[in-house]
């Protein structure tokens, strides 16, 4: 594995670097302060950060993220992902300067992969060209969001039409999106994996009703996490996504670079979280000294980097481990990061915060929204604990295996990715 970048990524992340010297971090707390202001229906951008965008685009800047040449610059996954870090360091508005945010990132992929040429023009086309956002929703209040064969909204054919029906809440980026992917139920008898399907719902349909952006600890404003009521909606039925049955199949294909890219932006959060808690424990004198001299501090300082600088590499391996030996074989890898990267950067979130004080909780710094920010990636896209079920089983299947068949020639040391047949946590949500 080398993860030394190709001179063409290499400057690639130096002008995202540039760009965010120069048009971003300037006016990121206004950036911050339009979105909860201005987007809502009709309105995806708030208007400084769409002069943002403009200039991002204009620089080629771009889409970054589109492993398909024809849309974008076509880096494999680790090489987005050296950019993506980057990106982490303003988590809510660096991926929107440079139109790489989630969850409009998978849906134009799946759209790329699974549209038709119709859906493409209608949907996929404004997304790639930043004139408007999406959502995708599929979590249900009513039932775990974590096991997603227990989904209950569904859609029927009548007349040409699906008719949707159902509950949906966490449809992050609803307020001011339009057009939502609904994860629903089409064909209830079948087996509990080929039930579901994913259809293209404009946000203007008949009975698509946006009941409120759900609080998330004290935030209720800009794009939000939605509660959204389908009653009665109704969308042509050229509006479904790939086959009838393959809603599983589809979210399988956001999972792997959608949580790669999850992992790199929360690293780079990270990043800059240990640059912010260096700077303060330098500058800030107590009990006879800098903060910098007192061991506890080192400990936090010291911890933060080693954590950080593991969990890049773990992320990269990843990311590797994808583009070479494709998405299949680098699911034990990929549930690892998701666990690994949504911790550490809290935990050095939480340490840059104590280090900073009663300045470190106020909102005239960065990292508390950081933190409120990147508290749902323990639990949005797959909680840890389902994910650690799914590594624990595949580590404890390979080591049955090996039992039943000891004289096997399989390898001396455990993989680090597993690549046996248990269940993935099938959530494909941001
Ligand atoms: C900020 C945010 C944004 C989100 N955005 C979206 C979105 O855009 N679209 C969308 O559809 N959804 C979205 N979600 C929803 C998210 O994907 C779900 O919340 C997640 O899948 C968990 O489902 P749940 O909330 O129903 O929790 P449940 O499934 O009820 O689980 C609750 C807890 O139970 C525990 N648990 C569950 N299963 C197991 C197990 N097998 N073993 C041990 N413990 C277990 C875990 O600790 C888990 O956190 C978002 C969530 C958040 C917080």
């Known amino acids: 594995m080398d993860f030394n970048p190709s001179p063409e990524v290499a400057e690639l992340r130096e002008r995202v670097l540039d760009f965010m010297d120069a048009e971003l971090y300037p006016q990121e707390r206004e950036i911050m302060e339009a979105l909860d202001e201005e987007v809502g229906p009709g309105v995806p951008y708030p208007e400084n950060l769409v ?160 009941i409120r952006n759900v609080s998330v600890m004290g935030h209720d404003q800009g794009p939000g996490h939605c509660e959204i009521r389908y009653t009665d909606c109704r969308v042509p039925d050229s509006n479904l996504l790939g086959e009838r049955g393959a809603g599983f199949v589809i979210a399988q294909d956001r999972l792997g670079p959608g949580r790669i890219h999850h992992c790199m932006r929360a690293i780079g959060t990270a990043e800059r979280a240990i640059e912010m808690m260096c700077k303060r424990a330098n500058s800030r004198d107590s009990f006879g000294g800098p903060l910098a001299d007192k061991q506890f501090v080192q400990d936090f300082v010291a911890k933060s980097r080693m954590e950080v600088d593991q969990a890049r590499l773990l992320t990269l391996y990843a990311a590797w481990q994808m583009d070479t030996e494709g998405k299949r074989r680098a699911r034990q890898a990929i549930s690892m990061i998701k666990v690994v990267a949504a911790n550490v950067v809290m935990d050095v979130l939480d340490r840059a915060i104590q280090v900073h004080g009663s300045l470190g909780m106020s909102d005239d710094t960065p990292l508390a929204g950081m933190w409120r920010f990147m508290r749902m990636l323990r639990v949005a896209d797959g909680p840890d604990e389902v994910h650690k079920m799914v590594i624990a089983r595949r580590e404890l299947n390979r080591a049955a295996r090996k039992a039943e068949t000891p004289d096997s020639d399989g390898p001396r040391h455990a993989p680090v990715s597993g690549t046996d047949g248990s269940a993935e946590p099938a959530k494909a949500t941001t």
């Open 51 to 210: 002069a943002v965008r403009e200039k991002a685009r204009n620089d080629g800047l771009w889409n970054l993220f589109m492993p398909d040449e024809r849309f974008g610059p076509g880096l494999k996954n680790w090489e987005y992902g050296l950019l993506c870090e980057e990106m982490g360091r303003s988590p809510m508005a660096a991926p929107m300067a440079f139109n790489c945010s989630a969850p409009d990132t998978g849906n134009m992929e799946i759209l790329v992969d699974h549209g038709t040429d119709e859906q493409k023009q209608r949907f996929l086309q404004p997304l790639l060209d930043g004139e408007i956002r999406s959502c995708f929703s599929m979590t249900e209040p009513e039932v775990s969001g974590s096991d997603p064969t227990t989904l209950q909204t569904k859609a029927e054919l009548v007349d040409g039409e699906w008719v949707i029906n159902g509950h949906k809440w966490f449809t992050s980026g609803a307020n001011g999106a339009d057009f939502a992917i609904a994860m629903v139920v089409t064909d209830p008898d079948a087996p509990p994996y080929t039930r579901a399907s994913m259809i293209l719902v404009p946000v203007e349909s008949p009975g698509f009703e946006l």
